[in-house]
Structure formats: structure tokens, C-alpha cells
């Protein structure tokens, strides 16, 4: 039995922090789609039980400051 995965994506877009869910069945395939995308700032994946179990940053994430 395979346990689902949840992949949240946070993007900034015209000042506004948009964030798209994504479920897949395990571990592999949410890194998998995190690789594959190519506009998120940041990505997060949770298991069932709604805890984090990976985060990734984007290296042009950290240079980007969202301060006026």
C-alpha cells in the first residue's frame, strides 16, 4: 500500500505568495516533481500524517529579498 505525499510550491508573483498542491503516492515522485519544476521559490512535502518531511529552497530564492 503507498502512502500519499503532499508537494506544496511557493511562488511570489506581482507581490502575491501563491501556493499550488500537488499529491503524489511516495517520496520518490514528489522529489521527482520538485526537480522538474522550475518556478517555485520554495517546496515543501508532507506525508499523511501532515508533517514535513522535505523542504527545498531554490538557490535563486535566497539572493531575492522581498523587502521595499
Known amino acids: 500500500m503507498s502512502k500519499k505525499h503532499k508537494v506544496k510550491v511557493h511562488h511570489w508573483e506581482d507581490g502575491v505568495l501563491k501556493t499550488v498542491e500537488h499529491l503524489t503516492d511516495a517520496l520518490a515522485d514528489a522529489m521527482a516533481l520538485i526537480a522538474q ?32
Open 37 to 68: 519544476l522550475q518556478s517555485h521559490q520554495h517546496a515543501k512535502i508532507y506525508n499523511e500524517e501532515n508533517e514535513i518531511v522535505h523542504t527545498v529552497v531554490a538557490p535563486a530564492a535566497l539572493s531575492v529579498s522581498t523587502y521595499a
